[in-house]
């Protein structure tokens, strides 16, 4: 094996660690690449442990080094790519499996009519997402050379597949490898310069370059590789940007707008019932009007109330005494909350329904926004008339309808909004609309009452903070059943109330910071990192 040779210091009776995981074979060799996955879900929300992540993305390296040398193998030239192939899959079934399992909880809401799908939630999304890190392994396999080159190689590689599968059938960028470091603290402020997809590449060079730390050189002697102290010094550069970043930018706040988010924490099997719809309207308002330490007087002085998404197990604006109700109690104020919208609905025939936001000031919807980026199997069934036939429906009931209205909502009283309706806060680069007017805060309302008490809803608030980061804007995000919080332009949360409780926040609206390098120029980040990576990993390999 081209590897073996460069860290084969220690007898052959005592084959090191990276010797036994470069020759490993067969089952052995799948047991560990799929617990090296495993492993790296830990430095994810909401576990945060971001060491964890140096465990597969090292491994991955000498996986690759140990897939079958093309030299040795003329019959069967694709053995080396296959090979590597094999072990990205292996290794990305571990880390959707380990980051994933939650989703499964989602079967079991309404057991009697999905626990059937359970399997394919746990193991058979992460399945079909492996073939992403198999094909970014294979792609790092052609690139492959000795010495620290190959990481960079691995990065061009797994870099790629993570941009296509956040692209792909319409994108599921969800756990990329980058979002090890959207928990770490400064250095997730390097995502203002070059976004989620940036931070990707960028990962895999710092949590790979360990590898190269047991490599020798011709001479026998073990050196530190130039990748290893390039990887370092990335990161310290990374911490004192994120330092400097926040410390030279304090939160300021927006003038004459006085905010009360509504956590409800309401049970899920409760929350599509029509028949409980006056029921969960009191509770709503009567939440939304209690007295709190900031606010003694209740709704008395809050401007804007916000509540989560799909609030009603109704048409709100079919509803004129719910309306009258909400008026009452707002005084004046505005009420930004979730709700299906209704339009065409006619002649016995049925209408276009939308999950949307809106924007209600008296007993009038001034202004609302439908969703655009819907949750396949949750919200639409893709291929539809081939799956319907095999008794395979969405999970949530009725059929949602895709908005295509402006991407900015106009509230009153509130700068442009840019809103986003729960799966639509992962999408980095697609949480605004390019070449339109500026939004100047994030408004994402969600329902992660589907997930219970699990890893979700943290990653799902881990990627949303991202956005802010990004985009240099502040969030405001009310989710049922928790995380919700108000987060400024750089992602520091100032408020936010915990996973499974009920409760308000009372606040502020934080002020907008500049655009980003990443507002102004999107993707060509990441770009000029990817060509980067792939340059250095040619230059590598042309040498080998």
């Not at 590449?201 to 050196?223: E, H, K, M, S, Y």
């Not at 936010?496 to 390098?517: C, K, M, N, Q």
């Not at 980040?525 to 792939?534: E, I, K, P, R, S």
Request: charged share 15%; net charge neutral.
């Amino acid at each position: 094996m081209a590897q073996t040779a460069q860290i084969a210091g220690a007898p052959a009776s005592a084959p090191s660690l990276p010797q036994r995981i470069i020759l490993a074979r067969g089952w052995m060799r799948r047991a560990i690449a799929f617990c090296a996955g495993a492993t790296g879900a830990l430095a994810l929300a909401p576990f945060d442990v971001i060491p964890a992540m140096f465990v597969p993305l090292t491994v991955a390296v000498w996986l690759i080094d140990g897939a079958a040398d093309a030299k040795t193998t003329k019959r069967l030239a694709l053995a080396p790519i296959l090979s590597a192939a094999g072990a990205g899959w292996w290794l990305g079934f571990g880390y959707f499996v380990a980051g994933l399992w939650w989703m499964g909880a989602a079967m079991l809401v309404e057991a009697d009519q999905f626990a059937w799908a359970l399997p394919l939630a746990v193991f058979g999304l992460p399945a079909v997402l492996a073939l992403f890190p198999a094909a970014g392994f294979a792609a790092a396999r052609l690139l492959w050379s000795p010495g620290g080159w190959r990481v960079f190689a691995l990065a061009a590689g797994l870099g790629a597949a993570e941009w296509l599968r956040g692209h792909l059938f319409t994108g599921f960028p969800w756990n990329d490898f980058g979002m090890a470091l959207a928990g770490a603290g400064p250095l997730a402020q390097t995502a203002a310069l070059v976004g989620l997809h940036g931070l990707d590449i960028i990962a895999i060079v710092i949590f790979a370059a360990p590898a190269t730390l047991v490599d020798r050189a011709p001479d026998g002697a073990r050196r530190i590789h130039a990748t290893m102290l390039a990887a370092t010094a990335l990161a310290m550069l990374m911490l004192a940007y994120g330092a400097f970043r926040l410390g030279a930018n304090r939160t300021a706040f927006v003038d004459g707008v006085t905010l009360r988010l509504m956590q409800p924490n309401l049970p899920q099997d409760a929350k599509f019932r029509p028949e409980n719809g006056e029921k969960i309207l009191r509770r709503y308002l009567a939440l939304s009007e209690r007295a709190t330490n900031e606010r003694p007087s209740g709704l008395a002085e809050v401007t804007h109330l916000v509540w989560p998404e799909s609030a009603f197990p109704y048409i709100i604006s079919q509803k004129p005494e719910a309306l009258a109700a909400i008026a009452r109690a707002l005084k004046g104020g505005v009420l930004l909350t979730g709700a299906a919208r209704a339009e065409g609905d006619g002649d016995g025939r049925r209408g276009r329904i939308f999950n949307s936001i809106e924007a209600l000031r008296g007993e009038t919807i001034v202004a609302f926004y439908d969703k655009i980026h819907l949750v396949p199997f949750g919200e639409y069934l893709p291929l539809e008339e081939w799956l319907r036939p095999l008794g395979i429906n969405q999970l949530v009931p009725g059929i949602w309808d895709r908005g295509g209205g402006p991407r900015l909502l106009a509230a009153p009283g509130l700068p442009p909004i840019a809103p986003l309706i729960c799966y639509e806060a992962i999408f980095s680069g697609e949480a605004i609309e390019r070449g339109a007017e500026r939004p100047r805060l994030f408004l994402n309302l969600t329902n992660d009452g589907w997930f219970g008490r699990t890893p979700g809803p943290y990653q799902h608030m881990a990627q949303a903070r991202l956005r802010a980061i990004e985009e240099g804007l502040p969030m405001i995000r009310v989710a049922n059943t928790g995380v919700s919080a108000i987060i400024d332009a750089y992602g520091r949360i100032l408020q936010s109330l915990p996973l499974g409780e009920e409760g308000v926040i009372d606040g502020r609206l934080p002020r907008e910071a500049a655009p980003t390098v990443f507002a102004a120029f999107g993707a060509l980040g990441f770009l000029a990192l990817l060509a980067l990576a792939t340059a250095l990993a040619l230059i590598g390999a042309a040498g080998r």
